[in-house]
């Protein structure tokens, strides 16, 4: 025996002009006991309508686009006596706290996920526009989330009237994506926790100086934009350094004195010279590589306010002490802060030098869209077998990082093995 069967909108706590933003069955349909037949919206909640019986859908007296309330006839069903469920009320599948919050996810419930997602990457989480139903949203909000490819989920607190998510929260998120992709360059990487060192002892806080905090996004965002690798190699500058050396004591008394930097710089160039992509930037699409016909370099002087990178021009065209000159005066406007911007643009390559400290080795940063970078640390006496016997030979370690997607490992190799073989024999710059 078959009864046809009624399906009414249940009681959803006083709220009248429901919008029905989906039917999900037609005529002629077979439906399950439970399975949802419309998605109904107010504007707190969406929910959905089940039906309260199994049978084939006979006939539908909502579209999308109605608005109903509590008591519309939705549906009628044409169940056999078996199928016919109790007649209890329907409810609606999943019921928050109370009716004004009232909510039914058409999606399955996530576990615990964050309000809104921040585990993709920032651009995905922008991209991915998602048609899932929120809670705690008013319709309004939940279409400007999805027209800015937001996900809202369930479960979460906004802070709006009980935790609802309102427009500001979801502005706030795409700030706040906008902000990390800007830094991060999209990765996502979740920040850092905040900790209260407070807790075990004393402890005192001060600003970081201003090229403080712009060197740290600037080196962060190069860390994760670029893949390097560091080469490590060393150069026998016994004779350069006899040159120096000698240069110095031809000088006066009040004359600046030529550094072991000065010949680095003139060697690396060389080898610019000879192996263009080292003077070369990637397009920021990354798709074309270019060339630069100029020569000038970035040395990184270390200053109490921070690390500064004055920028040596047209290094190929001048000399070892118009060079010294240069450095002397760079170096000490960087320390007294008075560069000025256009001092520290332009460069093609950088030296980072600690020599004057210590060190055997480092890994330096590539002071991106630059493609390498070139560490040098202290020069030490050291046995070098001749094949004879050791003899002692002032060695200095040098350490060349470059951007993996412009640089081959060889590339890199014989790029220093070129620095090498100017530094170790001096005379070849001018060839
Ligand atoms: N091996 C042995 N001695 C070295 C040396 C080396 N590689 N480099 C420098 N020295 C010696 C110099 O000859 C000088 O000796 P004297 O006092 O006897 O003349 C002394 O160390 C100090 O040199 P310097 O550091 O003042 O001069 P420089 O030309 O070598 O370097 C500069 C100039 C501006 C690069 C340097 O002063 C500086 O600021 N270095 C720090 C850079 C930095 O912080 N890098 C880290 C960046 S993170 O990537």
Redesign the pocket.
């Known amino acids: 025996m078959a009864f046809l069967i009624e399906i009414k909108v249940p009681d959803v706590g006083n709220v009248a002009d429901i919008d029905v933003v989906d039917v999900l069955v037609k005529p002629g349909d077979e439906v399950s006991l439970e399975q949802t037949l419309a998605v109904l919206e107010t504007d707190k909640a969406s929910m959905d309508l089940p039906s309260s019986a199994a049978g084939t859908v006979q006939e539908l007296f909502i579209k999308p686009g109605d608005k109903v309330s509590e008591g519309t006839l939705i549906a009628t069903v044409l169940a056999s006596s078996e199928e016919v469920s109790v007649a209890k009320p329907q409810e609606p599948v999943q019921q928050a706290a109370g009716p004004a919050e009232t909510t039914v996810e058409k999606t399955p419930e996530p576990a615990s996920q964050p309000a809104i997602v921040t585990s993709e990457p920032a651009q995905e989480a922008l991209s991915s526009a998602v048609s899932a139903v929120a809670a705690h949203a008013t319709p309004a909000v939940r279409l400007f989330a999805r027209e800015l490819g937001v996900d809202i989920q369930k479960k979460t607190a906004g802070t709006g009237r009980k935790g609802r998510i309102v427009k500001d929260d979801v502005k706030n998120f795409v700030k706040k994506v906008m902000v990390e992709s800007a830094v991060q360059g999209g990765s996502g990487i979740p920040a850092m926790p905040a900790v209260d060192f407070s807790q075990f002892g004393e402890i005192e806080e001060q600003k970081l100086s201003k090229i403080k905090r712009l060197t740290g996004q600037n080196l962060s965002r190069v860390w994760l934009n670029l893949p390097m690798v560091t080469y490590h190699d060393e150069v026998d500058i016994t004779e350069m350094e006899a040159f ?1 050396v000698a240069l ?1 004591a031809e000088k006066s008394k009040d004359d600046v ?1 030529i ?4 010949f ?1 710089i003139k060697a690396l160039v060389a080898a610019m010279e000879q192996f263009p992509q080292f003077n070369a930037s990637l397009s920021a699409d990354g798709e074309r590589l270019i060339f630069k016909k100029y020569f000038n370099i970035g ?5 109490p306010n921070g ?1 500064v990178v004055p920028v040596l021009r047209d290094v190929n065209r001048k000399g070892v002490n118009e060079l010294t000159a240069e ?2 005066e ?2 000490n406007k ?2 007294l802060g008075k560069l000025m911007p256009a001092d520290m643009q332009g460069g093609c390559i ?8 210590g060190g055997t080795a ?1 890994t ?2 590539v ?1 991106a869209p630059e493609v390498a ?1 070139l ?6 006496m050291q046995p070098v077998w001749n094949g004879k016997e050791f003899i002692p030979r ?1 060695m ?2 040098l350490d060349l990082t470059y951007d993996h997607r412009v640089i081959d490992g060889a590339e890199g190799a014989r790029f220093m093995a070129a620095v090498k073989q100017y530094l170790g024999d001096i005379r070849r710059l001018l060839l």
């Open positions: 120096r110095n004195k550094t072991g930097l000065v680095i040395i990184a002087v270390d200053t690390l450095l002397a760079k170096s960087a320390r950088t030296i980072s030098s600690l020599g004057g400290i480092f330096p940063i002071n970078i560490g040098v640390t202290r020069a030490k002032l200095l370690p």
